[in-house]
T-cell receptor, first 113, second 112 residues
Framework: AAGVIQSPRHLIKEKRETATLKCYPI?????VYWYQQGPGQDPQFLIS???????DKGSIPDRFSAQQFSDYHSELNMSSLELGDSALYFC????????????FGPGTRLTVL | GNSVTQMEGPVTLSEEAFLTINCTYT??????LFWYVQYPGEGLQLLLK?????DKGSNKGFEATYRKETTSFHLEKGSVQVSDSAVYFC???????????FGTGTRLQVFP
């Protein structure tokens, strides 16, 4: 069965650079979620989109922005990267808002040097 | 606020031992409850869920019962295997939002 695809899987950036993470949801899933998992920590919700509109927002820094496109894929844009942004970034998708079951991608590991 | 508290790990067991990982929650309203598992180097996989009080979620020999009176959702397995070694996250979501609120995770290590 098709799963959530995230790219790239690994990304290394310097401080103050920008990064773009991409997420391709499971076909026919119209809701996408982004989570950030720091080293040894639990995943923290960043932001979600339903039918290309932002549906909820968590602890996402102002330096980050995200959007969902007409094909339902989503991109997380991160600017002025800081060392503390080094983390595993997960994308999850679900078929419709308030469905409750989220299917997670393998994550993108971002390292900021 | 809404939160999930899990027992600290690591939990170290021998193969075929009984497993319990405690999870309690604080939430407004009636949350849905989940257990996710994360194998080394992989993403989160849904292990089981329960959406209302007294529901029992089960999968791959794991079980958890939604206990409203004790606000708990403890994970149990009767006989663990080496392949169960992973990090287990308890999580909740509220009715009016899909975002998941995770506990800190419990690492399980099973030795032959």
């Amino acid at each position: 069965a098709a799963g959530v695809i995230q790219s790239p899987r690994h990304l290394i950036k310097e401080k103050r650079e920008t990064a773009t993470l991409k997420c391709y949801p499971i076909p026919r899933h119209d809701t996408v979620y982004w989570y950030q998992q720091g080293p040894g920590q639990d995943p923290q919700f960043l932001i979600s989109f339903y039918e290309k509109m932002q549906s909820d927002k968590g602890s996402i820094p102002d330096r980050f922005s995200a959007q969902q496109f007409s094909d339902y894929h989503s991109e997380l844009n991160m600017s002025s990267l800081e060392l503390g942004d080094s983390a595993l970034y997960f994308c999850a998708s679900s078929p419709g808002s308030l469905y409750n079951e989220q299917f997670f991608g393998p994550g993108t590991r971002l390292t900021v040097l | 606020g809404n939160s999930v508290t899990q027992m600290e790990g690591p939990v170290t067991l021998s193969e075929e031992a009984f497993l319990t990982i405690n999870c309690t929650y604080t939430a407004t309203g009636y949350p849905s409850l989940f257990w996710y598992v994360q194998y080394p180097g992989e993403g989160l996989q849904l292990l089981l869920k329960a959406t209302k009080a007294d529901d029992k979620g089960s999968n791959k020999g794991f079980e958890a019962t939604y206990r409203k009176e004790t606000t708990s959702f403890h994970l149990e397995k009767g006989s663990v295997q080496v392949s169960d070694s992973a990090v287990y996250f308890c999580a909740l979501s509220l009715y009016n939002t899909d975002k998941l609120i995770f506990g800190t995770g419990t690492r399980l290590q099973v030795f032959p």
